[in-house]
């Protein structure tokens, strides 16, 4: 087989020495001269290649015998260590089987040791005690997790600790104490403060309400307050030295707290309103505004109208004085005349007296209006997320709702005061025409008398 190869090898040598060399041959003698040459040089090369390949196949024969020997010693090797692990388990089942006959009624008891462990130790973790006693948790934590390896078991001093530990916590819960730690502010520093902690129920420090981390053990000030009112009892409590005060305390331990901070406040429910909101606030400022001014002129002049009736001086900065007056101008004109002119002058008063009422029944009408312009905008805007994110969470479409019922409610906020006060400058108006056309009649009734007198 070996030759064979050897023969193909040489048959292709030479084919490519002739090929190559064709182009120098001038003759066929010199042409059989290279043939020769190239066979010899070939063949003696072809001896040297068989020659190393049996040097080498011996010693690839001891290779192979070298990895069988070893392939033999790691498989009596490998059943001599299943044989010792089989053992090994039987003793283990031997040992476990006599500690639990010893440890008897023990093993429940360190059961329920572990069991108490793990559970005060997650109630420690999320306890503002913690943030005054610190490293609680972690000793129920080792505590748990070596007796849960079942390679020790709890000594007298770690059960005594337990007990000792859930004694304390429920000691402290009904304390109100003081004590100084580190307080991370809502501007991001940390600073040294003295922390009022009220039970197990929340912290206070500068008048303001503090929350615990219990994962990282940090302490820091909400980044927003609850309402003024439940924010001015952590100041009396701070500046309390023992005697009982009103305290906003959240007995879930911050669940209903979170939530308070939560709620938008008044200048934010105005914001949700935008464009349309910030119109109807101005306008209903307007109107407020033009309303309270003609309420103070109006009063104003039915003032001066009752001491023009008190008075038999006439004057002209008052609409019955300037009325009345009629009669002086007119002194010989008949009744149907006399009449004339009064109605004349009292037309003329009217609409002093009613001046800007209409603007303001105008904001009354218009402003509800608007909310409800504000609130079909912002329901659309609401379906077209809806249409976009799904109904996967609720808070999409209640958020977008009441944003767009807030701009209702600033158009009821103003229409309500707008209706009132247009209700009140159109009775005090009212009032003051009535006063003018009963002494217009009393006046053109004692000139028809005189009349008749003369007559």
Not at 300 to 320: A, E, G, H, M
Request: proline share 2%.
């Amino acid at each position: 087989m070996l030759k064979n190869i050897a023969l193909a090898c040489t048959v292709f040598t030479l084919s490519f020495s002739l090929q190559a060399q064709s182009d120098t041959a001038l003759d066929l003698d010199a042409l059989l001269k290279q043939l020769e040459e190239g066979k010899f040089a070939q063949s003696e090369k072809n001896n040297r290649r068989e020659q190393d390949f049996i040097n080498q196949r011996a010693q690839q024969d001891q290779m192979l015998r070298d990895a069988i020997a070893k392939r033999d010693e790691q498989l009596a090797l490998s059943e001599r260590l299943e044989t010792q692990f089989e053992e090994n388990e039987f003793k283990i089942a031997d040992l476990n089987g006599a500690l639990d006959n010893r440890l008897g009624s023990l093993k429940e008891l360190f059961g329920v040791l572990q069991q108490v462990a793990g559970d005060t130790k997650n109630k420690f973790s999320n306890s503002v005690i913690s943030a005054q006693i610190p490293g609680r948790s972690e000793f129920l934590d080792n505590m748990a997790q070596s007796m849960g390896s079942s390679t020790k078991l709890a000594s007298i001093a770690e059960i005594e600790r337990v007990w000792f530990e859930i004694q304390r916590e429920m000691t402290e819960s009904g304390k109100v104490t003081r004590f100084t730690t580190d307080v991370v502010e809502a501007g991001g520093q940390k600073v040294t403060k003295e922390v009022v902690r009220v039970g197990p129920f929340g912290l206070v420090a500068d008048g303001l309400y503090l929350d615990y981390q219990g994962a990282t053990g940090v302490v820091s000030e909400l980044l927003r307050q609850p309402a003024n009112r439940f924010v001015d009892s952590t100041a009396n409590l701070q500046a309390s030295s023992g005697e009982l005060v009103s305290f906003g305390l959240d007995p879930t331990g911050g669940s209903i707290l979170g939530l308070l901070v939560q709620a938008p406040s008044l200048e934010e429910r105005i914001h949700q309103g935008e464009l349309v909101g910030y119109i109807i606030i101005a306008v209903g400022a307007i109107g407020i505004f033009v309303a309270i001014w003609r309420f103070l002129v109006l009063t104003t002049i039915t003032n001066s109208v009752n001491r023009q009736l008190k008075s038999n001086t006439l004057s002209d900065k008052n609409p019955l004085g300037r009325v009345l007056k009629v009669k002086e101008n007119y002194p010989n004109v008949d009744t149907e005349a006399l009449e004339l002119h009064l109605t004349e002058a009292i037309l003329g008063e009217v609409p002093k007296l009613g001046r800007y009422l209409t603007l303001v029944k105008m904001i009354s009408v218009v402003a509800p209006l608007g909310g409800l312009l504000g609130t079909v905008t912002g329901m659309i805007v609401t379906f077209q997320q809806i249409t976009l994110f799904g109904t996967g969470d609720p808070k999409i479409m209640a958020g977008g709702i009441s944003s767009a019922l807030m701009t209702t409610v600033l158009g009821l906020v103003v229409a309500i005061p707008t209706t009132l006060l247009y209700a009140l400058l159109s009775t005090q108006s009212k009032n003051v025409v009535m006063i003018l056309q009963e002494q217009a009649a009393g006046v053109i009734a004692e000139r028809a008398e005189k009349q008749e007198a003369k007559a």
